[in-house]
């Protein structure tokens, strides 16, 4: 069967398979375990992932764990739990590239056997100097000449921690004046003299990126690796070391990373957050982390389909927020339970409903999907009502209660205010009116109209339940663009969280649904923290759509 590209990677890929230089397309997700992952992460993971899929592929989870400073088993663990709830499986195929510290290890001797790796012992800022810059070239070494034979013992000498951090580093001989830094002798290893969390204290010196990341794809047989486009003056340099060893030669493809509006991406960013104490954890629900958003309710269906909108192309752009909200919204949508919570409750009292007299009245719970079935919702004398939904004197586009007017009690009847009562602060304590007995169910006989339909809980039946709204954690459209003298940080949001106590109606107490719409208030997740007596849930988006296709 013909495989239709649907972007310029497929479009490679597509070529690559016809033209025979690859047999199947393997490609790998290469995260550094030091932070949890997040949208932009999902964003390749969906694609890598999706290529081993379309293409009858597959894709290695690799851990690039070459710097033990940052990195940890939890993030690790973290990783491979939202690799899999975003629904993607990496089978046996997953790898360390701490596994290979040995091959790499070998592969740099060769490189100096060759004449084209140095030991250095320049201070990173004299390295710096001679690197030159943009439109100067850079200055060789005075240790560039040294001979093979004193590099190999020179390395040998840092592999066995005869040096300390910061006096020697192993550099590729590659060319001072090239045009691209990138080639300017860069550094292949450097002393870090830390317990890493899989190889202990076997290792001192530690490869970098560059060095590290084209011999981890090429024993994998990675065929397509594909990187964010930072990297794409750093190609020449993957190819380089591939080059020179003559081993196996995957292609390096860059693609724009993902950024989008009111929040950080990088991890180090991320692990202030955390670490100051901004936010709750790596999976506050304000956090755009995979965790974050699965606690704030979003699901991965959601998240693979917004992959899927923005797509895969050559050039940076910043995606709206409202786009990811979108795909959320949709898909709740379809899923999500409905039920009735009164976030800001006020007492609504039927003047002329039987004391005492309790009814249940049907609800469906979900109107797209007739298989959710229905539950019963208690109705009563006594109920609540969101205080918005009234108002003492409403202006003309005001369809919801106000003195003389009549709405319909959704699942319920349709009732017309009497009167209020006010307490001595001016507040309203509580409503009155009467019912129609005739309107059970929301309609009535004679067919009159009644415009406004609000949402209420029976008081006496009604669960107190805690709600966490969210807005955006940060103020500014992009926190990165950070003025003179200020941080990140001083963009913070102080009102991203309000918590609220709610009145709802009983079904919710024993409901073991994650998705829930509270009717007319938005899209809500059953958070872990919910205990029986007091469910706890998060506000994951509200109702109405603010992007525009
Ligand atoms: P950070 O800069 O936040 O530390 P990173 O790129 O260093 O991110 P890695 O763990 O190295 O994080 O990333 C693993 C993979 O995820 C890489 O292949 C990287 O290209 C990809 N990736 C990271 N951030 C994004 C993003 N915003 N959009 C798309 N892909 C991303
Ligand atoms: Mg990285
Ligand atoms: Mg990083």
Known sequence: MEIIPSNFIEEIIVEDLKSGKVKSVITRFPPEPNGYLHIGHAKSICLNFGLALKFNGRCNLRFDDTNPEKEDTEYVESIKRDVKWLGFDWG???????DYFDFMYEMAIKLIKMGKAYVCHLSPEEMRRYRGTLTEPGINSPYRDRSIEENLELFEKMRRGEFEEGEAVLRAKIDMSSPNINLRDPVMYRIIKQNHHRTGNKWCIYPSYDWAHGLEDSIEGVTHSIC??????????YDWFLDQLGVYHPQQIEFARLNLTYTVMSKRKLLKLVEDGYVSGWDDPRMPTISGLRRRGYTPESIRKFAEMIGVAK????VDYGMLEFCIREDLNKRAQRVMVVINPVKLIITNYPDGKKEMMEAVNNPEDESMGKRLVPFSKVLYVEREDFSEEPDPKFFRLAPGKEVRLQHGYYVTCTGFKKGDD????????????????GWTKDGRKVKGTIHWVSAEDAIDIEVRMYSHLFTKENPDDVEEGKNFTDYINPDSLKIFTAKGEPFIKDCNEEYYQFLRNGYFRKDEDSTKKKPVFNKTVGLKDSWSK
């Open 228 to 237: 964010t486009l930072e990297f794409e003056d750093h190609r020449p340099l």
């Open 426 to 441: 001016g507040n309203i304590e509580e409503i009155y009116c009467t019912y129609d007995p005739d309107s059970r169910g």
């Open 315 to 318: 050039s940076n752009s910043v």
């Open 92 to 98: 046996e195929k997953e790898f360390y590239a701490s």
